[in-house]
């Protein structure tokens, strides 16, 4: 049995979103114990595209998905797959998705993406900073390339879009982006540059740095599996594999394994399903890009790391009980061929698959429910890197009952 009496708020979940939050509020005063079935970080924290996107301001889908759907079925190495097996648990959740794709409740989507989005570059150098890890995050833009002379009219539409909602966005010539990006191939014809997003060098050591800055804070890490848990007059009770874990307040931030928990505490089923996200590590790729590059017909991220040079993209659904496609990681390879000037080399490569959490309407719960004794964070989609410091600021404000109406989109109740 694990004695937490003094435990003021448990967090559940050391991904990210879990870490970040836990530091927050044991610098609020609170006594924070954090708990996951894992070391902190070895979660989607460990393998994600290290892309701080905040030019992401659209849903993960757009009415463009229907065409794309025969493809999904049938093609497994496809950039988008929804496995056979798995499409009558996903059709709930794809229903839901669709419905949200009307109008009026996709603006809201994007209006809700957008409000989190624009306070992350400024959360996340206010929390970097604030341990002294500044160099963790490089603030050097990110571009998208396109290689076919059709592809023109969608990147301008796509500007448009985003300069509409005020994303700050560049249109870069063929010459630009060989003099910024000189390995890239030639045959490259521009690209829209995104110059208030980064990359972090190494997302996993970020999570590290962080917990390390818990730690030194008060934060008590138990490592145990959380599960179910109940509510009484004096709080929470976890129950764990190390026992029953007893505190005041309970932050749900598990990633894709919080619907099970969210349920069990507050009666409401919520519709999280996993995108699976893959990556390809080349280690020996360390000079080959300046900054984030992305591929518009490709439909993959190349990111620039401290250990080399990460492939990361592509979008599966199959649940969180298949085993991963890792040649879906691979293909990643294959991917890249002819966007360089000379082929990246796969000298020991690994390849990783991890869990998006996603809700069909693109957006996280974030909120304080049954009372204050639950609060909730998880559903970030692809964007839980880039909107993890943001989220705990405003978990810190929920802690001390400072919610404001700019949250009112992230409520659990809208389910």
């Not at 249109?171 to 997003?197: D, I, K, M, N, Y």
């Amino acid at each position: 049995m694990v004695e937490t009496a003094e435990t003021d708020i448990a967090v559940v979940g050391a991904g990210i979103v879990g870490v970040t939050c836990a530091l927050q509020l044991t610098r609020q005063g609170h006594r924070v114990m954090l708990v996951d079935r894992q070391a902190p970080g070895l979660g989607a924290s460990f393998g994600n595209a290290g892309h701080l996107a905040t030019e992401q301001v659209f849903p993960i889908a757009d009415l463009s998905i229907l065409k794309r759907l025969p493809r999904m079925l049938l093609d497994p190495m496809g950039p988008l797959r929804l496995d056979w097996k798995y499409l009558p648990k996903a059709m709930p959740w794809f229903t839901r998705l669709l419905l949200n794709l009307r109008h009026a409740p996709f603006q809201r989507s994007v209006a809700g993406i957008r409000t989190l989005n624009e306070g992350s570059l400024g959360a996340w150098h206010r929390l970097l900073g604030s341990i002294g890890r500044s160099e963790l995050f490089q603030e050097d833009g990110s571009l998208l390339v396109f290689e076919k002379p059709e592809s023109r009219q969608t990147l301008e539409a796509l500007r448009t879009r985003m300069q509409q909602q005020a994303v700050p966005v560049d249109f870069w010539s063929a010459e630009t982006v060989r003099e910024a990006a000189p390995q890239l191939s030639p045959s490259l014809l521009g690209g829209l540059f995104f110059p208030c997003t980064g990359h972090f060098i190494d997302p996993y050591r970020v999570v590290c740095e962080l917990f390390e800055a818990a730690k030194a804070s008060g934060v008590r890490f138990v490592q145990a599996q959380v599960d179910g848990g109940q509510l009484h007059s004096a709080g929470v009770s976890l129950a764990s594999d190390q026992g029953m874990l007893n505190a005041r307040q309970v932050l749900v931030s598990c990633g894709a394994h919080s619907a099970k928990l969210t349920a069990a505490l507050t009666g409401t089923r919520v519709p999280l399903d996993t995108e699976r996200g893959y990556h390809l590590m080349l280690p020996g790729e360390h000079q080959r890009l300046p900054f984030a590059v992305t591929s518009l017909e490709r439909k993959f991220i190349m990111t620039p790391m401290a250990d080399g040079l990460r492939l990361a993209g592509t979008v599966e659904f199959a649940g969180l009980q298949a085993p991963p496609s890792m040649q879906r990681a691979w293909q990643l390879h294959r991917l890249s061929k002819g966007l360089f000037r000379h082929d990246l080399s796969v000298e020991g490569a690994t390849p990783w698959m991890g869990f998006r959490p996603s809700l069909p309407d693109s957006l996280p719960v974030i909120d304080r429910v049954c009372d204050g004794r639950v609060l909730l964070a998880f559903g970030h989609q692809h964007l839980g890197l880039t909107q993890a410091a943001v989220t705990a600021e405003w978990v810190g404000r929920l802690a001390e009952q400072a919610g404001g109406p700019e949250m009112a989109a992230y409520r659990l109740d809208r389910f």
